[in-house]
């Protein structure tokens, strides 16, 4: 299974990226994906959090401003972030909770990360 994430960059504050994560491999099912960040220096957090039935969680320095997509068919889901502020700068990872056919139970798979940086 592999999880990849892409998406990230530079952008001024008040901009917008999207950011998208695909996950592969022998799938039997995913249960829930999501975006988590870590700052230089700071612990990485939750993000945003989308479960299989759509259920959605966000952190409140997000609500407003991100929108986590639901699961695609192709196993892909975004995260799109409007009115970027300098404090979103951050390596953005892309988590998925899901069942490997080959699995005895189901697992946190992690990406690789991507760098977004919000300029002033």
């Known amino acids: 299974v592999q999880v990849v994430e892409s998406g990230g960059g530079l952008v001024q504050a008040g901009g917008s990226l999207r950011l998208s994560c695909a996950a592969s491999?022998?799938?039997?099912?995913?249960?829930?994906m999501g975006w988590y960040r870590q700052a230089p220096g700071k612990q990485r957090e939750l993000v945003a959090r989308?479960?299989?039935?759509?259920?959605?969680t966000y952190a409140d320095s997000v609500k407003g401003r991100f929108t986590i997509s639901e699961l695609n068919t192709e196993n892909t889901m975004y995260l799109q972030m409007n009115s970027l502020k300098p404090d979103d700068t951050a390596v953005y990872f892309c988590?998925?909770?899901?069942?490997?056919?080959?699995?005895?139970?189901?697992?946190?798979?992690w990406g690789q990360g991507t760098q977004v940086t919000v300029s002033s």
């Open positions: 989308i479960t299989k039935d759509g259920s959605t």
């Open positions: 988590s998925a909770n899901l069942f490997d056919r080959t699995a005895i139970a189901p697992q946190e798979y």
């Open positions: 491999g022998n799938i039997y099912q995913i249960y829930f």
